[in-house]
Structures are given as structure tokens and as C-alpha cells.
């Protein structure tokens, strides 16, 4: 049980923490805690962390595969484009794409030059 205890990943910090190790003792059934428990009382935690990460979801979860790849895209090529100085070359070179390609798919995005 300390084993996987130390190697979850805690999505809710410390605080996620000691609400386990308060739920273990409140309902341990006896001196050590077992790995079904810990699992069993994380399941309960991880219903609750996953119902927060649904309502707190970002903008762009909630737009179609299309809308949320455009806006990716977008961001990712003015980083870039920003970086190399407004470069169309340099950035052709750092995405990894055609420069025919790349001046398309700026004017698509309406990344001015």
C-alpha cells in the first residue's frame, strides 16, 4: 500500500492526500491499511476529482475536433512565427512543413506576416 500510494500521482495536491489517510483510518478495518483499501477509498476520490475536472473543463475541450485542432494550430504557429522573428523560412524550418503549405495554412488561420 506505501508503495502505490508513493508512486500515484496526486491530481489534488496535499489536500487529496490527507482526506485518504483521514478516510483509511476512519474506516480501516484493522492496525495496517491494504492496498484494496487504498484503492478502494481513491476510487471514491477519483469519482469526485473526475466530476471536478469535467465542470472545470478548458474552452476548447468543449468545441468540435475541428475548432479545438484550428485553434491549436493557431497558437502553436504565432508561437513559432513569433520566436523566428516573423520569418516564414525560418518557421517552415522549425514546424517541420513546406513553405507553400505554411503560407496557406497562415492565411487559413489568418496569421498575418
Not at 500500500?1 to 483509511?24: S, T
Amino acid at each position: 500500500a506505501q508503495n502505490f500510494l508513493r508512486n500515484y500521482v496526486w491530481p489534488g495536491n496535499v489536500r487529496e492526500l490527507k482526506n485518504l489517510v483521514q478516510r483509511l483510518m476512519i474506516l480501516g478495518a484493522g492496525d495496517d491499511i491494504e492496498l484494496t483499501e487504498v484503492k478502494s477509498a481513491l476510487g471514491t476520490v477519483l469519482d469526485s476529482v473526475a466530476v471536478e475536472q469535467q465542470d472545470s473543463a478548458p474552452e476548447f475541450f468543449k468545441l468540435s475536433l475541428k475548432g479545438a485542432r484550428e485553434q491549436f494550430e493557431k497558437a502553436y504557429l504565432e508561437y513559432h512565427f513569433e520566436k523566428n522573428q516573423g520569418n516564414v523560412a525560418k518557421l517552415a524550418t522549425a514546424v517541420g512543413v513546406e513553405r507553400t503549405h505554411l503560407y496557406r495554412k497562415l492565411h487559413a488561420l489568418n496569421i498575418k506576416e
